[in-house]
């Protein structure tokens, strides 16, 4: 293993050890939750979005060490931008994950150290949970503001 592979795996270890944004925020305006029902891995991800920017994003949960890392990372990478960007980031870094981008290609930052779970197609869905749900809380938010009815809000048929 090289210099830079310690260096990463060092990154993600200490994401699990310490990870940032880890908590639930007084009144997001978006949230979503993802379970890996393969492995048992539960996250939900708060956002605090004003103006198209993530003002503030916090995730909550419990999982494998590259769930939570990933989770973890995934906050400080979105904080600030906005929600077109960080869409824009998970589709990069879910492709550097299935193999369809390069990491080098990818402007990934220090999310880049998860690249290696390419290899591991098993844990792909463990660093990606985190955000899936991510892209379901901003999904969710942007179908109530279209006036979308959620399938599970549709009034139930009365009997005659």
């Given at each position: 293993?090289?210099?830079?592979?310690?260096?990463?795996?060092?990154?993600?270890?200490?994401?699990?050890?310490?990870?940032?944004?880890?908590?639930?925020?007084?009144?997001?305006?978006?949230?979503?939750?993802?379970?890996?029902?393969?492995?048992?891995?539960?996250?939900?991800?708060?956002?605090?979005?004003?103006?198209?920017?993530?003002?503030?994003?916090?995730?909550?949960?419990?999982?494998?060490?590259?769930?939570?890392?990933?989770?973890?990372?995934?906050t400080e990478a979105v904080k600030g931008r906005d929600l077109a960007s960080a869409q824009q980031l998970q589709?990069?870094?879910?492709?550097?994950?299935?193999?369809?981008?390069?990491?080098?290609?990818?402007?990934?930052?220090?999310?880049?150290?998860?690249?290696?779970?390419?290899?591991?197609?098993?844990?792909?869905?463990?660093?990606?949970?985190?955000w899936h749900a991510l892209m379901h809380a901003i999904a969710d938010q942007a179908d109530k503001a279209e006036?979308?009815?959620?399938?599970?809000?549709?009034?139930?048929?009365?009997?005659?």
């Amino acid at each position: 293993m090289n210099a830079e592979n310690d260096l990463y795996q060092e990154l993600v270890l200490e994401h699990k050890r310490t990870p940032r944004n880890f908590g639930h925020l007084p009144h997001p305006t978006h949230q979503a939750q993802g379970t890996n029902p393969q492995c048992g891995d539960q996250v939900a991800v708060e956002l605090q979005v004003k103006d198209g920017r993530v003002q503030d994003i916090r995730f909550s949960g419990q999982g494998c060490a590259i769930c939570m890392a990933s989770s973890s990372m995934m906050t400080e990478a979105v904080k600030g931008r906005d929600l077109a960007s960080a869409q824009q980031l998970q589709q990069h870094f879910r492709a550097v994950l299935t193999g369809t981008q390069e990491p080098d290609d990818a402007a990934l930052g220090k999310l880049v150290s998860l690249a290696g779970v390419r290899r591991y197609p098993s844990r792909i869905k463990c660093a990606l949970l985190g955000w899936h749900a991510l892209m379901h809380a901003i999904a969710d938010q942007a179908d109530k503001a279209e006036g979308a009815i959620p399938a599970d809000a549709a009034p139930a048929e009365q009997q005659p």
